[in-house]
C-alpha cells in the first residue's frame, strides 16, 4: 500500500517538474558545531527554494564530517549523488584522488569568470584547501582557527595582568605554571581524534614547521625540529611543569573545564566563540596562539563540494545553490549565527557585520589573526595519516612514550599509509 | 554474624548501582537548570530545583513528534515482517526434510558473521533500484529476512516434541495449521525474546537509516539526536545532551517497564511441562 502510494507520489513528482522544468538536488549537510544549526540550515534552504523556482533543495543533515563523507560516497555509488555536500575542508584532495568530486572549473567558464577572480574575496588562508592540481573543486563556507581563551579572574587572583596574555611558548608555562592549584590545570587542550591533529598542526607550525606538503599529498613532516619541538612541549606541559592533565582529554571536556574554572586557559576552535560567549560566566578573554617561532595557525572548517555523476542540469543548480550559500550576505549571517569566520573579505563591509565586530570584540581578535593563518592539512589518506600522529601522541599524554619516540613512529606509520600513492606518484619513474 | 542472604543482598545492590549509574547521571543531568557544563556537571546528586527547560531545549531542537511516529514505524514494521518470515524459515529448517537443508543453514548463518557497513554501498544500490531512496520501506528492506531469528526460531521449534504435532496431523491439520495452532502459542518465548532484541536494535540503529533517509520528514529518533549530539568543535551541552537521550530512550523502557514480567517470563520458562 506504501510502496503504492509512493510510486503514485513519485509519479506525480516526476511529471509536476517536467511541467515547470524545475531541477531536484540533494545538499548534504553535517554540524560539527550545534544543533541549532541544523535548524538554521533548513530554514536557509527553504528560504532558496521559495526565492526562486528552477531548482528544488532537499537539505539534508547528515551527523558528522566522517559520516557525512560516507554518506555521500555510498550515495553516489548507488547513483544518486548529491549535488552539494558541506564537507571538512580537509577531505577535499582525499575526495579529489579517489575521484568522487568534480572540479568546478567548467562552472566557472560557464559564468564567463575565472578561478582567480571568484577567489579574490576570499581570505589567502583558504584558497590552498579549495584548489586541487590547480583546479577549483570546492567553494570555502565556514572557517575556523584554534584561539587561546584565558580566565581573567584567574589571571588577576595568580597576579598576572588580564591584558596580558601569553604571546610566547615561555610566557605560556610561566602563566600556566602561577595559574596551577590543587583542583585546577592552568592549561587545557582538546587531544580527542580529529582535533589533536589539528593542535598539533597548531603547534608544529607556531614552532616553524609545516606538517604537511601543501602542494603534494604524499608527504607530511613528523619526524622534523618543529614537530618534535611541539611533541615535547606537549609532553613538558604534563609531566616536567605538571600544568596539564595527564591523559587524554576530548574538547566537550575541555571546554567544560574552562567554564567551570577547572582549566584557567585552553586552545580551542574559534567555532566555539558563541559558546563561550553564551555559557561563560567569568570574565574572559581570547588570544592568538602562542608562538616559539613564529605565530602560525592552520585553517579549519568546511567546504563546498559537488559530486559526480550529476547531470548537467543537476550541476548548473548545485552550483546555482552553492553560489548563493556563499554570498556575502548569507555568509555574514552564517558567521554571525555560528561562530565560525567568514572566508569572505566582503562580508566583513557590511553594515550587520561591523555592528557585530563592535559588540564582540573576542570575535575580532579571530579575526585579527586571519593574516597568519596557513592550509589545513591535506594528504592521500588524511583522516588515516592524522590518525597516525594523533596515537602517538595520545600515547606520550598517556605517559607510555617519549616525545622523540613518538614522532619518529607517527612518520614511519604515515609513510607507510601514503606509499601506494607516492608509488604512483612521486616515485614513479621513467 | 551477618547473614549470607544479605551479604549477597547487599553485593547486588553495589553491581546494580554501578550498572545503572549512566541512566542515573543522563536522569539527574537532564533536570540540571545549568546546563553551561559547569562543575557539579559530573555530580550523580540532584542538589538542585529541576527543570523543563533541557527538555524544552530538545523539542525545539528537533521535529521529535515526527522522529517517534517514523522511528515506530520502521521498529515496528521490520518486526511485523520479521515475525513472519522467521516463522517459516524456521520451520522450514527444524520439520521439513528436503535436499540441502542442513547446507543451506549454515549458508544463513554465515550472514551473521558478515560486519554491517561493508554491506553499505550494495545494500543501498538495491534500495534505489526499487525506487525506495530516502523512504522508509527503504530503510526496512534489508532487515525483513533475519539470520538471527531464524536460527532462534529453528532452536524453538526443536526443542517442541513432535507429539504435539503428529496429534494435530493425525486430526487432519494441514502443516500452516500446525504451525499456527500449535507451534506459534508454543515458541511464543522465544518470538518475545527476539523481540525485544529486534526492537531495540532497531530503535536505536543510526548509520543504515542516515544513509537512506534525506528528507527532514522522514527522520528517525537517533538521527535527530545525533544533530544535536555530534557537535564536536563547539562545547558539549550537557543537559540537553541528556534530555535528548531520556526522550529517545523512553518509549522503549516504558514498554519493557509495562512488559516486564512477560519478558522476564520468557527468558526463565521457555521450557515445556509434562
Redesign the interface.
Known amino acids: 500500500m ?2 503504492i502510494s ?2 503514485a507520489a ?1 509519479a506525480v513528482a516526476l511529471t509536476a517538474s517536467s511541467a515547470i522544468a524545475q531541477t531536484k538536488i ?1 545538499f548534504f549537510f ?7 544549526l ?2 538554521e540550515m ?1 530554514r536557509l534552504t527553504k528560504l532558496y527554494n521559495d526565492s526562486q523556482k528552477d531548482v528544488a533543495v ?7 564530517y566522517d ?1 557525512t563523507k ?2 555521500a560516497q ?2 553516489t ?4 549523488p548529491p549535488a552539494v555536500v558541506l564537507m571538512s575542508a580537509n577531505f577535499v584532495l582525499d575526495l579529489k584522488i579517489s575521484g568522487d568530486i568534480v572540479s568546478l572549473e567548467p562552472q566557472l567558464k560557464a559564468d564567463g569568470t575565472t578561478r582567480t577572480k571568484f577567489l579574490d574575496d576570499f581570505w589567502p588562508a583558504v584558497h590552498a584547501n579549495a584548489i586541487v592540481d590547480g583546479e577549483l573543486y570546492a567553494v570555502p563556507y565556514q572557517n ?1 582557527t584554534p584561539l587561546l581563551y584565558y580566565n581573567k579572574e584567574h589571571f588577576k587572583e595568580a597576579g598576572l595582568d588580564p591584558e596580558k596574555p601569553p604571546q610566547t611558548w615561555a610566557e605560556l608555562v610561566d602563566a600556566a605554571k602561577k595559574l596551577t592549584k590543587a583542583d585546577r590545570y592552568g592549561i587545557a587542550l582538546p587531544e ?1 581524534y ?2 589533536m591533529g589539528w593542535i598539533m598542526e597548531a603547534l608544529s607550525m607556531s614552532n616553524g614547521g609545516r606538517y604537511f606538503n601543501e602542494e603534494y599529498g604524499g608527504e607530511v613532516y613528523y619526524d622534523t625540529p618543529s614537530m618534535l619541538g611541539a611533541a615535547q612541549f606537549v609532553e613538558d606541559l604534563v609531566f616536567k611543569h605538571k600544568v596539564m592533565q595527564q591523559g587524554v582529554v576530548e ?3 575541555v ?2 573545564n574552562f ?4 582549566a584557567s586557559m585552553m586552545l580551542l ?1 574559534t ?2 566563540l ?3 560567549r553564551d ?3 567569568m570574565p574572559y578573554g581570547v588570544a592568538f596562539v602562542p608562538r616559539n617561532v613564529r605565530n602560525a595557525v592552520p585553517i ?1 572548517g568546511g567546504s563546498l563540494v559537488m559530486f559526480k555523476g550529476l547531470s548537467e542540469e543537476q550541476k548548473a543548480a548545485g552550483w546555482k545553490f552553492a553560489k548563493w550559500l556563499s554570498s556575502t550576505e548569507n555568509l555574514g549571517a552564517w558567521s554571525r549565527f555560528t ?1 565560525y569566520f567568514s572566508p569572505r573579505k566582503s562580508a566583513y563591509d557590511t553594515a550587520e557585520m561591523k555592528d557585530f565586530m563592535a559588540k564582540n570584540p573576542d570575535a575580532k581578535v579571530a579575526l585579527d589573526q586571519l593574516p597568519y593563518a596557513k592550509p589545513w592539512f591535506a594528504t592521500y589518506q588524511t583522516v588515516a595519516v592524522r590518525k597516525a600522529l594523533e596515537d602517538e601522541m595520545q600515547a606520550v599524554l598517556n605517559g607510555k612514550k617519549k616525545a622523540p619516540q613518538a614522532v619518529k613512529d607517527a612518520q614511519q606509520a604515515a609513510d607507510a599509509l601514503m606509499k601506494p600513492y607516492v608509488e604512483q606518484t612521486a616515485l614513479k619513474l621513467p | 554474624m551477618v547473614r549470607k542472604s544479605t551479604v549477597i543482598a547487599g553485593l547486588m545492590l553495589v553491581i546494580v548501582f554501578f550498572w545503572s549509574t549512566p541512566f542515573l547521571w543522563t536522569l539527574v543531568a537532564s533536570f540540571r537548570p545549568d546546563n553551561s557544563g559547569g562543575i557539579h556537571m559530573a555530580s550523580l546528586l540532584p542538589d538542585f530545583v529541576p527543570t523543563w527547560a533541557n527538555f524544552a531545549e530538545a523539542f525545539e531542537s528537533g521535529d521529535f513528534a515526527v522522529y517517534y511516529v517514523n522511528t515506530a514505524i520502521v521498529a515496528f514494521g521490520i518486526l511485523a515482517i520479521q515475525i513472519v518470515t522467521i516463522s517459516l524459515a524456521g520451520y522450514a529448517f527444524a520439520r521439513l526434510d528436503f535436499p540441502g537443508r542442513d547446507f543451506i543453514f549454515y549458508v544463513f548463518l554465515l550472514q551473521l558473521m558478515l560486519v554491517p557497513p561493508i554491506l553499505i554501498v550494495p545494500n543501498l544500490r538495491t534500495v534505489v533500484d526499487l525506487g525506495l531512496y530516502g523512504s522508509l520501506l527503504g530503510v526496512m528492506l534489508p532487515y525483513f529476512a533475519s539470520a538471527f531469528g531464524t536460527f532462534l526460531m529453528r532452536q524453538t521449534f526443536r526443542q517442541i516434541p513432535r507429539d504435539f504435532e503428529e496429534a494435530a496431523f493425525i486430526d487432519g491439520a494441514k502443516w500452516w495449521q500446525v504451525l499456527w495452532h500449535v507451534l506459534l502459542p508454543m515458541a511464543k518465548p522465544g518470538l518475545i525474546a527476539f523481540a525485544l532484541v529486534s526492537l531495540m536494535a532497531h530503535w536505536n540503529e543510526f548509520l543504515w537509516p542516515l544513509m537512506v533517509l534525506n528528507e527532514p520528514s522522514k527522520q528517525t529518533l537517533t538521527i535527530g539526536l545525533a544533530s544535536f549530539a555530534l557537535g564536536t568543535e563547539g562545547g558539549k551541552e550537557w543537559g540537553l545532551l541528556a534530555a535528548g537521550t531520556l526522550l529517545v530512550m523512553f518509549p522503549l523502557l516504558a514498554l519493557f517497564a509495562v512488559f516486564q514480567r512477560q519478558f522476564v517470563n520468557s527468558f526463565m520458562f521457555s521450557g515445556l511441562k509434562g
Open positions: 506504501r510502496w509512493s510510486l513519485a540533494d553535517p554540524v560539527p558545531v550545534d544543533g541549532k541544523a535548524k533548513t532537499t537539505g539534508v543533515y547528515t551527523g558528522s559520516e560516507l554518506k555510498a550515495a555509488a548507488a547513483g544518486k575556523s580527542g580529529d582535533y574538547g566537550g571536556a571546554s567544560s567554564l567551570a574554572g577547572k576552535s567555532g566555539s558563541s559558546f563561550v555559557s561563560m560566566k579549519g561562530g
